[in-house]
């Protein structure tokens, strides 16, 4: 109801504020019998660490995740999972300012007129921080779809404008920007660099690809998996796109184009993404994200008071200039938990079997 | 769960086949109060009906509603809203020959992997004709929110690769394909005959605009009012894709240009689509909607039998040339089931009065 | 969220009024491949239908359930299946001298002070006839437990303060209040006549036992299968307590009498009632309810009308003497409808396989 | 799904294990700008801690509730309340011998049975600790509860055969075992002290009382207030049993008896237990439960081991002779929280305002 809680089997319930003590996730319905450790996990916690990636901020968070509930000898109960991680490098003074400010492509101004109250320092709940929960909830959720040889991944495959001109799976490791492109990387960059001078920042694209899943998963006709997929990726912060397969391109298309033939080897080609009518087909799951230029620039904007005068501000604190490569394991762990709950709910309702 | 369900206070479930006896929703959490017939929701329907809009399919159903429960002396009660639209011109017959083949674009294939049976009528519960229940459950969120003074209106915006040049809301309701520019719809029009008679199909986008939205709607940190709207759009049949405000366009851009100054008189711009962080701002909520080609097309198409033998098929049956304009009131159904229910989630979590 | 809907995998949502058109349920989550057929489900129907049994009213409604979904050659398709049966014997005028008053021990005053509005005919939505619809959707679920061979009975213990002596399961069948002793059934009998000269109602015992249920079923700590079980029995409307196993009686007792004796061919007694810990534990599951006497009396009652004036009323309309033997197919209803949902659950979070 | 989540508004996730690093609770939905300290819950926490009342366990846990989130200045802020309370002092050795045992009337059996892995020290989640999140959370929902005035008191009414023979509120207070007759208590109290000789354990009644609750609570027909009641508190470990109003005793009676006349000054009983057709009705809510003595017996028990071979035990470790007087505080924490759920569920549909 209150919008913290994600995923229906294995769900997810997330709570913390920027600059408070800790944030967390508990995680209800994993299966018993899963092997878990807190280095697992922090595998994942490490991809998404502030100061990691060109574009990233200067706010060091060790983000060390601790298993407090849930596991019996490395192993999961069946019993809720409490995953914390401290914030330690919390600079609460530096948002003194910001405390009467509406900052434009915040949410300071609409968590004001929803709650009546606020927690204005670094953006309280609204913060980017509040995903580390999420990546460290993801994590559990990649380790059940790694049983079944389920891969999550995500890369940039576009910033600043800079397009990605390939897939190459290889590159994704060998850049700071997780770029299936090392060439392009470089512009990318490159252009971070030039922005970063200009006081302004950059959006971008990211695709995730899931290998491996199996046809079945999704649930028509509200909880189709593309919609589930949909839903929990425009849930993070700087998302305000998403896309299967062919996308918006599909919609300048005609259906001879865009339907994917069936050959007794498999589909001839992947427009749909791997999802046919709400349901997996087996093939590739391809979705794409549209991530706006992070709010947080360093020029001066316009914007009101809480007595709504007009004021102007400058906005300080430690800022990346791209969402973009942080965001990137925030979107696997948004996929893997809607793939991991799916992959559940898919077996609650299996078939009867037959009796005579 | 099984994905039947949509919504948290304002609760939707539908049910029923293309081919089968009728198709229906059961509205729960419906305040009581609320003044409503069946033809109120009949007005919504007859925009959805089969055999309306230069791109429809011949199939004649009267689309006819019936209220069962939860009305007396024309208002709502509070309990259980029943729904029930009886199918009348389902042909099964015509569908004879799908029983061993999987469509290319369909949900065929998939439904059989994941239940291990499939009604092959007329696509049974993955058809469009599922919609007709959501547009009755729309049309009943719709006259909540009218309470609110909210309305919600969807338009075509492109079409087989035409774009409208403007929105003027005057012009949605003087063509056939609710398009808010006359003479782009005239030459949709057009395209629509050249691919009719080239056994194709076409795609576009849709974009639906609520006005008079109160801010503070949206649940953070899943729930999001866009991260719903999203799941809800793409959980339509025929959608690949949906933005919010700037959308796609925000991921080339720089966050100077993309945030929205505030000024004394509100936000300067409206880049945001109305919502920051989750939380409506109370400026027009504007979503858009990639939809793909129908994939019924008339054209040889190839694919495999139940025995994954190759064959080639022709699709005949009757359908549309595109989604559009049939999805127009079902794309403003689920935004006003979305707006709907969050409306209502709001009052159950608003702020405690303050106590001496 | 508004209370219509039950079950979390196996989901029910029921809806109608007693003099509306009709009442119905929708099941999402009933997996496919399941044989079902109309008459399968009217037999349980049967056992509920007004005018069976001697504590009956008169009303005759024949009660016959149709299935409009989700159902193909006589198979579940894992499509939401909705079924409906239609009010006929409704007579409604009977009850428009109670629209100013508000009959004791009855919903009048609630709903209206809950919705603002009432539907006062027959009770409206708080009718027993409600129950019609959770018979049928037990049906359903029964058919789901009766694949893995769990076999669920109610049977009237005390009636009128006449306790059942003994627990013949042969006699449930051979009398018209399904007491396991006939004896005790005919001193009911006698007790129902003799009360309705008095113009006076009567409460009993009705004990529900589970047979062949898998060891496991449960959901700790706030699902717990006898929590589960409590909450469904209390929803029944003439249900005022619920015990489990030695229920009450164990609050009198030591830990060394109550406690089950654990050998190598089972437990040597049933005093948990087969649920340990929240969770099934392989044995018989027995629960017993609590039934109020029905507050329709013929007898002359003080009360007051909508301007909050004292009124005397005597109740007419057509009234059971108790609401045993009716409640049993509901009370079986309602634990078919619990244990089919965690029996699903269970399947969903299974142990996860060893992977090497 | 997985059982460890309460409510639908205010919605409550507990985890943790008896002998883990801790145990705590998320609450999702509470309304902003409640005043809140950890303080006010640790009011609570005093009132369920081992080693006070009579017959209490010697382990000493300080059971220090710390607020990781939610709160700003003293206040609800919307987001999610993050309760954390350390495990201090669990002494895991002393089950090692367990490990291998499974212990009559406890989970022991049906936690491997389900999960096919349990983490035996000290019952892990099946602990009654966990119900030490429980008692946080439901503090919590108490402070909700008394901005509108409403008031919760749980009360021993029997222990060990001995009842209370009066109802006075000011013994509560006056002693050990919260019950509202100090005769009864003295009596309660030498009872325990003999079944402590002999070995043995006792179980009770206890009564909840909500006064100042509004009438119009309750969702009919599955989530009826006493039908969330029974659930909430069969959810209690020890609880075999629940009633409300007249309960059980109501199944021997009649209808005139049975029924509350009403008078232009209110109901002229109670014997609904101030909930008619499942809504509050703005009388005194009345709950009773009946605790079965705790299992963990000193005497020797006969049993198997995981290899089904006959052992027999003599359970050490520290236990109280009674839940009672430890689950009064669990019992109120449950009714807390079905009262606020219900109160926030009861504002999202209020009735829609009459528009001209």
């Known amino acids: 109801m209150a919008g913290n809680t994600f995923g229906q089997v294995f769900r997810v319930t997330t709570w913390g504020e920027s600059h408070g003590t800790a944030v967390g996730a508990t995680i209800d319905g994993c299966p018993p019998g899963l092997t878990l450790t807190a280095e697992m996990i922090q595998q994942d916690m490490d991809r998404r660490r502030p100061g990691t990636g060109g574009a990233a901020s200067p706010r060091k ?3 060390k995740v601790e298993i407090l509930s849930g596991i019996y000898q490395d192993t999961t109960t069946g019993t809720p999972i409490s995953l914390i991680i401290y914030n330690k490098d919390a600079h609460s003074k530096s948002y003194d300012h ?3 400010i509406f900052r434009p492509g915040h949410g300071d101004f609409t968590y004001l007129k929803k709650y009546g109250i606020r927690d204005h320092r670094g953006g309280g709940r609204a913060s980017a921080r509040e995903t580390a929960a999420r990546v460290a909830a993801g994590a559990v959720a990649r380790r059940l779809l790694l049983c079944d040889n389920i891969k999550v991944v ?10 990605a001109g390939q897939r ?8 700071r920007l997780f770029c299936p492109d090392n060439e392009a990387a470089a512009l990318m960059e490159e252009r971070i660099r030039k922005v970063r001078e200009q006081h302004d920042t950059l959006g971008g694209l990211v695709e995730i690809i899931a290998q491996g899943c199996p046809a079945g998963l999704g649930e ?10 949909a839903g929990a990726l425009m849930s993070i912060g700087a998302v305000k796109g998403v896309e299967i397969g062919s996308g918006f391109a599909a919609a300048a ?3 001879s184009k865009n339907n994917d033939p069936i050959l007794p ?3 001839a080609s992947n427009n749909s993404g791997g999802i046919l009518a709400g349901i997996s087909n087996g093939d590739d799951i391809v979705a794409r994200v549209a991530v706006k230029p992070i709010p947080s620039i360093a020029g ?3 914007t009101v008071n809480l007595a709504n005068e007009p004021v102007t501000i400058k906005i300080g604190g430690r800022h990346d200039i791209s969402a973009i490569p942080r965001i990137i394991p925030v979107c696997e762990a948004m996929v893997c938990l809607v793939l991991a709950d799916h992959l559940l709910r898919q077996r609650a309702i299996q078939q009867v079997p037959k009796r005579s």
Chains 1, 2, 3, 4 share one sequence.
């Open 154 to 163: 995500a890369m940039t495959v576009a910033l600043g404008g800079i397009v």
């Open 265 to 267: 080897t498999g589909f």
């Open 61 to 63: 968070e060790p983000d």
């Open 300 to 302: 001066e904007q316009q």
């Open 220 to 229: 028509p006709v509200f909880n189709k998996l593309d919609a589930e997929l």
């Open 253 to 255: 298309g005609t259906g």
């Open 98 to 100: 910001l405390r009467e």
């Open 168 to 175: 190459n799976m290889a590159h994704i490791a060998e850049n």
